[in-house]
């Protein structure tokens, strides 16, 4: 079952770059606004950053169950804060 765990992140990491990849001329044309480095580069990273959490938390719930439900809690409750103040 963590195998599986491990390859379902995996996958919708590797999933998130091939689309990305394949929809790349959609991200040349994106308002570089809110843009960091590049679109294609900054999806990258974000899907990186996420990988990095659900791994984080994965680990935390196997270890103490109860600390991984704590940080989904904080972070669902700051990641709402963030979608309506930015």
């Given amino acids: 079952m ?3 765990l491990f390859w379902i992140g995996t996958a919708i ?3 998130w770059i091939l689309a990305l990849l394949v ?4 991200y040349q044309e994106v ?3 809110y843009m ?3 679109p294609l580069v900054d999806g ?3 899907m990186a950053v996420m990988f990095g959490i ?3 938390v994965w680990r935390t719930f196997l270890r103490k169950p109860q600390t991984a ?3 989904l809690a904080s972070l669902g409750t700051v990641f709402m804060v963030l979608a309506f103040v930015v």
Avoid: A, C, P, R
Wanted: net charge positive; proline share 0%; glycine share 8%.
């Fill in 2 to 4: 963590q195998k599986l």
């Fill in 13 to 15: 990491l590797g999933g």
């Fill in 23 to 26: 929809n790349f001329t959609v």
């Fill in 31 to 33: 308002t570089t606004y």
């Fill in 36 to 38: 960091v480095i590049h």
């Fill in 44 to 46: 990258i990273l974000f």
């Fill in 54 to 56: 659900y791994m984080l």
């Fill in 69 to 71: 439900t704590i940080q």
